[in-house]
C-alpha cells in the first residue's frame, strides 16, 4: 500500500500539474477570442498566468461577459413599437442613432412626455404616487431594495396593492438584494404579488453568473408611464422625508409610447428569471398600442450581456465624437475605457467644451483611485473637471450640443459599459435636453474644480493607484 502510493501520488500530481496547464491554455485561448477592451484582457491573462491557482477558479466564476443562449433567448430586447411614431428631432434621425440600432437598440420613437427626477424626495413621492395610482399592473425592478425604512415602506405598498387586485411583479438582483430577496419581500407574495431574483449567485447556473449583475432600475405601471434612472430603493437613494445621508441621484418619469420598450426589457428580464412565457404575459394584458401624449423623442437602449452588441458603449463614443461645441458628462465612477479615454482627450485638445462632473470622493475607494490617473490627463488636456461636494453624488447623464441628452443606470465605467445589465434612454428634444442642462448647472455650482496635480510624490500612492487602474477592467 505504501509502495502504490509513492508510485500514484506523483502520477497523480503530474495529471493535475497538466490538466491545469491544459485548462489555463484554453482559458487564454477563450479570453483572446471574445470581444474584450484591451485591458480587461491584461488584467485576465496576468491573472490566469502568473497566479493560475487564483486566476482559474476567479474566471471560472466571474469571467463571462456575453451569453449566447441568452442573447439567443431573449430576443426581444430591441422590439418594434406597436405602431409608428413620428421623430422630429434631426439627432434621432442622425447617424449616430442609427448606428444604435444597427448593434442592437430600439429605433427612436416620438410623441413622449418627459419629467426630470433630482431629489430623492421627488424620486420617492413619484414612485409612491404612480404605485398607488395603478389599476392593472405594476412592473418594479431594482438592483438594491433597502432592508431600511425607504425599503420597507415601499414593500407595504406593493402588498396592499396585490391585495387590492392589482398585478405586481417585483424583480430583484440577487447580489445587490442579497439580504432582501426572501424574508423581507414576503408581505408582497402572501398578497398575491409575484418576486423573483434575477441570476441567484448559488446555485451557478453558468460561467460569469456571479459577476454578471442585473443594474437596470425600470418601474412601469399601467405600461402607460415609467420610472427610470440611477434610483435605487434605498434610504441612500429616496425617501418621503429629506435627509443628511442621501445621496445626489437622478431619474425621469416617462409617458408616451417609449414606456412600451421599456416595459418590454422588464418583462425580457423577468421571463428569464420566472421562466414564464412572455407570449403568455403579452396575451394577459396591457394596452395594443399607447397614444402621444409629448413632443419628446427618445431611443431607448438596453445594454448587457443579453444583447449581441454594446449599443449604449457604441452610442456614448459616436455622440462623443460627433460633438460640435460641447460635452457634459455626469458619472459617480469615471473609469473610462482607452477609446472614450481618447476621444475626450482628442475633443478637449481641439477646443471642444467639455465638463466632467464626479464626487470628491464616492463610496469606493478604489474606484477613486484608479480614476485619478484619467482625471489628470483629461485636465492636463483642457477638460474642466468638477468634485461634487456636498456628499455622494449619484447621478448619471452625458449633455452633447445642447440636443441629445443620455440618461438611466449606466455609469462611465467598464463594468457598467462592458459587463452589467444596463438601460439608458438617448434625449434628442431640446427642451427636454434644455432641462438636463439645467440640472447639471445646479450640480456645477455645488461643485469645485478639481487641484492641479503637478506631481504624485507618495511611492505607496502611486503604487496603489496604478494598481487599481491596472484592475479597472475588473472593478
Not at 477570442?33 to 480587461?40: A, M, T, V, Y
Not at 456628499?391 to 449633455?399: C, L, N, P, R, V
Amino acid at each position: 500500500m505504501l509502495l502504490e502510493s509513492s508510485i500514484f501520488g506523483p502520477i497523480l500530481r503530474h495529471l493535475l500539474t497538466v490538466g491545469g496547464f491544459l485548462l489555463a491554455i484554453f482559458l487564454i485561448a477563450r479570453l483572446m477570442s471574445e470581444k474584450r477592451q484591451p485591458g480587461n484582457t491584461l488584467a485576465w491573462l496576468l491573472g490566469i498566468a502568473l497566479v493560475p491557482y487564483v486566476g482559474v477558479p476567479l474566471y471560472l466564476l466571474l469571467g463571462g461577459r456575453k451569453l449566447r443562449r441568452l442573447v439567443a433567448r431573449k430576443s426581444r430586447l430591441a422590439p418594434v413599437p406597436s405602431r409608428e411614431t413620428s421623430v422630429t428631432s434631426a439627432a434621432a434621425q442622425g447617424a449616430a442613432a442609427h448606428a444604435l440600432v444597427l448593434d442592437g437598440a430600439c429605433l427612436p420613437v416620438g410623441g413622449n412626455a418627459v419629467r426630470l427626477l433630482t431629489g430623492g424626495e421627488q424620486a420617492y413621492a413619484e414612485l409612491e404616487h404612480h404605485i398607488r395610482e395603478a389599476r392593472h399592473t405594476i412592473h418594479l425592478m431594482t438592483f438594491i431594495l433597502g432592508r431600511d425604512d425607504t425599503g420597507r415602506r415601499i414593500v407595504e405598498l406593493l402588498a396592499q396593492r396585490a391585495r387590492d387586485g392589482v398585478k405586481v411583479r417585483l424583480l430583484l438582483d440577487a447580489v445587490g438584494c442579497l439580504f432582501s430577496s426572501r424574508g423581507f419581500v414576503k408581505p408582497i407574495r402572501q398578497a398575491g404579488g409575484e418576486v423573483q431574483r434575477f441570476m441567484p449567485v448559488l446555485p451557478l447556473q453558468w460561467r460569469g453568473s456571479a459577476n454578471l449583475r442585473n443594474h437596470r432600475k425600470i418601474a412601469v405601471f399601467d405600461h402607460r408611464s415609467a420610472i427610470l434612472g440611477g434610483h435605487n430603493l434605498a434610504h441612500e437613494y429616496m425617501g418621503p422625508q429629506p435627509s443628511p445621508e442621501r445621496w445626489r441621484d437622478f431619474g425621469t418619469v416617462i409617458e408616451g409610447p417609449a414606456v412600451e420598450l421599456l416595459n418590454e426589457v422588464f418583462l425580457a428580464d423577468w421571463c428569464y428569471a420566472s421562466r414564464q412565457s412572455i407570449d403568455l404575459l403579452h396575451q394577459s394584458g396591457g394596452p395594443a398600442e399607447i397614444d402621444a401624449c409629448g413632443n419628446c423623442d427618445l431611443q431607448v437602449v438596453a445594454s448587457g450581456p443579453d444583447v449581441a452588441g454594446d449599443p449604449l458603449y457604441e452610442g456614448i463614443i459616436s455622440f462623443i465624437q460627433e460633438a460640435k461645441r460641447r460635452i457634459w458628462i455626469i458619472t459617480p465612477y469615471f473609469i473610462p475605457d482607452e477609446v472614450i479615454f481618447r476621444s475626450l482627450l482628442v475633443k478637449a485638445r481641439t477646443g471642444h467644451e467639455i465638463k466632467l462632473v464626479v464626487p470628491a470622493r464616492s463610496n469606493h475607494p478604489i474606484t477613486d483611485r484608479a480614476r485619478r490617473y484619467y482625471l489628470r490627463e483629461l485636465q492636463a488636456a483642457g477638460v474642466e473637471v468638477l468634485l461634487y461636494q456636498p456628499g455622494m453624488m449619484h447621478s448619471k447623464g452625458m449633455i452633447v450640443d445642447d440636443c441629445v441628452g443620455l440618461l438611466g443606470s449606466a455609469n462611465f465605467d467598464m463594468r457598467s459599459l462592458f459587463v452589467n445589465f444596463e438601460i439608458g434612454v438617448f434625449v434628442y428634444s431640446e427642451p427636454a435636453v434644455a432641462a438636463m442642462r439645467a440640472w447639471a448647472e445646479e450640480l456645477i455650482a455645488h461643485s469645485r474644480p478639481m487641484p492641479v496635480e503637478r506631481e504624485r510624490r507618495r511611492l505607496l500612492g502611486n503604487i496603489a493607484e496604478d494598481l487599481s487602474r491596472l484592475f479597472a477592467p475588473m472593478l
